[in-house]
């Protein structure tokens, strides 16, 4: 592509706006754009029509993220839908320690880049659900996480089962010393009784 980025200014500015006097020593003659610059990034952009990821500068020149969160939501937002983004594959993809990139993640949580929902699958087994936001404070569409119009019925009810007719007490077993529950007139464990019984 043969155009510049739009939204990036021609040069450097000041923080206040306003030019300071300097010293002849160190006074620069103004920059004037070109269309080559001699110093400082230069683009060469070349067309992607496979495999790519649009990402807004605002998530890459955040003022306030580290370059550690900034990369991190970079590869989750490449990420296709259903890969695993936790601490544990994090670690193991990249370098950096689980601590560091714990951090990382929590920063992108702070700013409204990533939300972890905890969520019950239908077996009752409850799982995390990264959701990453390409546009913090952005309204979230109604289709992205449809809510039953009611809540799925309870499990079905299940009678208790009748406790035993008699409790016996725990006692040792003759035979291996093993603590089993039986009346006093078998003196060894089911195991024991069932070794010693005849084939």
């Not at 269309?35 to 990402?55: D, K, L, M, S």
């Not at 594959?89 to 990382?104: K, V, Y």
């Not at 087994?125 to 019925?153: D, F, K, L, M």
Request: hydrophobic share 30%; with cysteine.
């Amino acid at each position: 592509m043969d155009i510049q980025n739009p939204s990036a200014p021609p040069c450097a500015q000041s923080a206040d706006g306003a030019d300071r006097p300097h010293s002849r020593a160190t006074r620069r003659p103004p920059v004037r754009p070109t269309a080559h610059p001699t110093a400082g990034v230069v683009h060469e952009n070349t067309r992607h029509t496979t495999r790519f990821t649009v990402i807004d500068n605002h998530l890459t020149q955040h003022q306030e993220l580290s370059l550690l969160a900034i990369g991190l939501a970079r590869h989750i937002q490449s990420l296709p839908t259903g890969a695993r983004s936790d601490i544990k594959t994090l670690t193991a993809r990249f370098d950096e320690g689980s601590t560091r990139i714990a951090a990382a993640l929590r920063e992108l949580e702070a700013h409204g880049y990533l939300r972890r929902e905890l969520h019950r699958t239908p077996t009752g087994r409850i799982v995390t659900r990264t959701v990453s936001c390409n546009q913090p404070g952005a309204a979230r569409p109604s289709h992205a996480h449809p809510e039953p119009a009611t809540p799925p019925p309870p499990p079905p009810f299940r009678t208790p089962a009748d406790p035993p007719a008699e409790w016996h007490r725990v006692r040792n077993c003759d035979g291996c010393d093993r603590g089993f529950r039986a009346p006093e007139s078998q003196p060894r464990c089911p195991g024991c009784r069932k070794a010693a019984a005849p084939v």
